[in-house]
């Protein structure tokens, strides 16, 4: 496929990494899966209908770190489909993927594993191929926005060691998401809406805040449009073209708009049929366990005897948004809470780094920000053609910026903040982008391709340092710079220290935490 294709030294280090990374956490899951006791954890655990076979508890040993909290909700969608009006909060595309990789791909399996167990290995493999392909299209989009390609690589690297990589890993969405978003905002860079827009209508059907990324459409839309308006004076004059070029820009952002909307309105849609329209008969078709579980934990199933849900009977019947706040309490400053303490020093970090970059950039582009990237830079009027800036602080950054900024505030005010870290760290280039940015300005290890002494020297001679970031785009590479970040730790500077540490430390310690049940959702 495309992400992949071409002899770009940089793209062929990052797959091999990016391979590497996700081997490894596979591998540790496992042995804190085996090692670490599991913690008896109040979490949707529904009953196994088919006793496991040799096969089956061997891959559960090896795997199941990764079906805990949501995961169980994914396979368990997967496997028996909607049943409980809580797995509505969990989207279709990814459970779907996953039940068809396991019919298809895993069907040579079907005499030695159980469903269940085809399910979690073939969670397990495609987000292993997501993430992979999530680091190429990070990397892709890096080189177009930033047009940098030293700092895009570094910022796909530090993607691959992500802060949420257990749940790039687990039988999450997060991974899928990543992919599909970071690929649509890549195909959009390049001018191919179609795309773009396909893309971006796959992954609102993947999570729900693929629904924000309608931003990135209209904002790319708009810009070209006030932009023609700039270069061309006279268009203003001609008002039958001007009412044309502003209703084809009104139309394709709705008609995109609507397409981006519709797995969301569809989803809905089957929820609003299932729990609102009594003699579906699903209820006929679960087994006896099942709706045990719904009794014991008084989980509500689909329409029975006329009884409906009181969702049913607002105004718009969006099941997903009763859910969130009748389920987890979801809401403005709900989660304000003395006993939350300890959840809101985990997002603390990935807040620090979102909130750092919003002002980084905002300082150092005042203007660019107040007019939203709408008005026409200088240099381009009087040269007539377009030399942007290059890194974190260039012009197309700027819709990003904002992009992230919203996620960060929303979910910061409005969300269980626990989640920051893999909400942020799946729907937003910003973080990794950003981190590269300040590892770029301030480790003195990656101002020079040489050797290590060559480096120490180096760090005696600052008048090295503005050729060597001068020219920093253009070089070639011949070593991977978070190895080698990592291979000389000692002489790291307190800012590489803080990063890596983030990203390792989180890394780890979500491994710990989310494979033996442990609070880290």
Partial sequence: MELVKGQDPYLHELLRFAVCCRALTLL????????????????????????????DLLLEGLLGGLSRW????????????????????????FPLSVRA??????????????????????????????????????????????????VAFLAALLFCISPANVFMAAAYSESMFAFLAFSAMWHL????????????????????????NIGFFAYSRSKCFALQLQVGPGLVRKLPTLWRKLLSLASSVIFTCAGIFLPFVLFQYYAHMTFCVPGTGLSQNIPKPLLQLALDKDYRLA??????????????????????????????????????????????????????????????????????????????????????????CCPAVLVYVVHATVLLLFGVFCMHVQVLTRFLG??????????????????????????????????????????????????????????????????????????????????LLGLVLHCNFLPWT
């Fill in 189 to 212: 860079e390049k001018g191919q809406s179609w795309h773009s827009g396909l893309l971006f209508s796959l992954a609102s059907g993947v999570r729900a805040n693929g629904l924000v």
């Fill in 426 to 507: 799946s729907s937003t280039p910003i973080l990794y982008w950003f981190s590269a940015h300040l590892l770029q300005e301030h480790e003195p290890l990656l101002w020079s391709e040489g050797t290590d002494k060559e480096t120490r020297a180096s760090l005696s001679e600052k008048s090295v340092l503005g050729n060597s970031l001068a020219g920093s785009c253009e070089k070639g590479i011949s070593e991977n710079p978070v190895v080698r970040l990592l291979r000389n730790y000692r002489l790291n500077t307190p800012m590489t220290k803080c990063i890596l540490g983030y990203f390792l430390s989180y890394w």
């Fill in 101 to 150: 990789a396991a019919e298809v791909v895993l069907w040579p399996l079907q005499r030695l594993l159980r469903l269940r167990s085809r399910l979690l290995l073939s969670a397990a493999l495609l987000n292993s191929l997501f993430s992979v392909l999530a680091a190429a299209a990070l990397y892709k989009l890096g080189c177009a926005v930033l047009r940098c390609r030293r």
């Fill in 28 to 55: 540790l899951q496992a042995l804190f899966n085996l090692l670490i006791p599991d913690h008896a954890a109040d979490a949707f655990s529904p009953p196994r209908l088919v006793e496991p076979g040799f096969c």
């Fill in 70 to 93: 949501d995961a169980e909700h994914f396979l368990f969608i997967a496997e028996r489909g909607y049943v409980y009006e809580h797995n509505f909060a969990f989207f279709p595309v």
């Fill in 303 to 392: 329409a029975v005897d006329r009884l409906k849900p009181p969702w049913c009977s607002q105004h718009f019947p969006v099941l997903y948004s009763y859910i969130q706040e009748a389920y987890w309490n979801v809401g403005f400053l709900r989660y304000y809470e003395l006993r939350q303490v300890p959840n809101f020093l985990l997002a603390l970090p990935v807040t620090i780094l979102g909130l750092w970059a919003a002002w980084t950039y905002l300082t150092a582009n005042p203007r660019h920000c107040l007019t939203l990237g709408l008005e026409r830079r200088r240099n381009e009027e009087e040269q007539g053609e377009d030399k942007p800036g290059t890194g974190f």
